[in-house]
């Protein structure tokens, strides 16, 4: 049996029709889901998944945004009621978008993501195992944003391509480096597309 809640995807940004150079934007991404297996025969193996992303930031001009979001999350992995897995991350993000008007309420927009990624994956079967990579990352992003309101909009982006550079520790020792180089819709961290609501604090 499997029961699967993936929710909220919020996050806060503009009305491209109305926004002006000053005005600052609040809110978040966050998700939660829950699988479980129940073989015939052996362990309940039962695994959780979360994420949590709040976001803020400012237009410097009426077509540049720039903004922060803090990108936590992790999943969890328990047999027959034991932990046997688990995972945590930490990766801010730093943006910059331009937005090109197409008409009062339809934009399309380009933006550059700075990435900090901090994970850590721990193994609790047969030993405790921890492994921790560490790194940056950039990438680029285009989209379109519809505005439902003065105040409201929605913001849908795709990845275009992106670079990867982390390092691995096993129990505290360094084991290697990777780096990567993506071209395609594959290239934004999370989903492939990813959609938003957004809201802003217009200025009076």
Known sequence: MKKTLILISMVVISSMAMAQQGNWYIGGLAGFSSSKSTPNSGNETVNTTWNFAPEGGTFLKDDIQL???LGLGGDKTKIGGNDNFKTSNLSPTIYGRKFFKITDSFSTFAGL???????????????VFETK????????GIGV??????????LGQYGLLG???TKDKDNGSEVGKDSSFNFGVNSTSGS???????YTFIKP
């Not at 492939?192 to 957004?198: A, E, K, L, P």
């Open 67 to 69: 903004g922060i979001a």
């Open 113 to 127: 993501y700075l990435d900090f990624i901090n994970n850590k994956s721990t193994s609790y079967a047969p030993t």
């Open 133 to 140: 990579t560490s790194g940056f990352g950039a990438r680029i």
């Open 145 to 154: 944003a519809y505005a439902l309101s003065p105040r409201f909009t929605a």
């Open 163 to 165: 670079f990867k550079s």
């Open 192 to 198: 492939v597309f990813n959609v938003g609501i957004y």
